[in-house]
């Protein structure tokens, strides 16, 4: 299946991309993908996950068509 | 309901009292108005910042902030709320949010107000980056610390 992946603030300059489509095998989960993409373990631990821009837990199982988002804790406000 | 996050510099006073006199056309049922507003500082962690830099995920943000919205509708059976946000480029003393919401009674606009700005805080996909004259520096949440950017 093919699945959408971005990245945003520090994961994106850590990464040096923001978007990349990418091929899955069936029944990913959003830690399965995490572990594939992200080896710094530091920020791999630390990441936030949004699927289809809501934030989700990381056994979520993905789907065909997801946007999957991973970014540092937030800092707004 | 109202949430508008901002490329431009605004002027946070004159949007809440556009929003209560033309959105809320004055609503007499209205006796309490709660303002948030949190500015740009020129120190942080006892280093001075000369401008900030706000990043968002354009696609979740408005519907994160809707959503929190609603939920200190239901919770606080306030009237209304307006949420306001900067990204981009921010200079000390510049406004980065504006939270506002009205009610009959202030228990609930007092409260209203801090739990959008609190959830806004801790889960809205908001980052900022500080530059402290040497660099941009990533920040973290208050109880961790700065990652360093190479960018200058």
Known sequence: MNICVKYFASIRDEMGIETKNIQVCEDLSVNDLLNQLIKNESIARTALVAVNHKYVDRNFKLKDGDEVAFFPPVTGG | ?152
Do not use: C
């Open chain 2, 1 to 152: 309901m109202k949430i508008e996050i901002l490329n431009d510099k605004f002027d946070p006073w004159e949007a809440i009292v556009e929003y209560k006199r033309n959105d809320l056309q004055n609503n007499p049922s209205i006796g309490a108005s709660s303002v948030f507003l949190g500015t740009v500082r020129d120190f942080n962690d006892d280093e001075k910042v000369e401008s900030l830099f706000l990043e968002h995920y354009p696609e979740m943000t408005e519907k994160y902030l809707s959503q929190l919205v609603n939920e200190a509708i239901k919770k606080h059976k306030i009237i209304d709320g307006l949420v306001i946000h900067r990204v981009g480029s921010l200079k000390p003393t510049d406004p980065i949010v504006v939270v506002a919401t009205w009610s009959e009674h202030r228990a609930s606009a007092f409260d209203a107000t801090r739990d959008i700005m609190e959830s806004l805080k801790s889960e809205a996909p908001f980052w900022k980056k500080e530059n402290n004259g040497k660099g941009f520096k990533w920040i973290k949440p208050a109880d961790s610390s700065n990652i360093e950017n190479e960018e200058s």
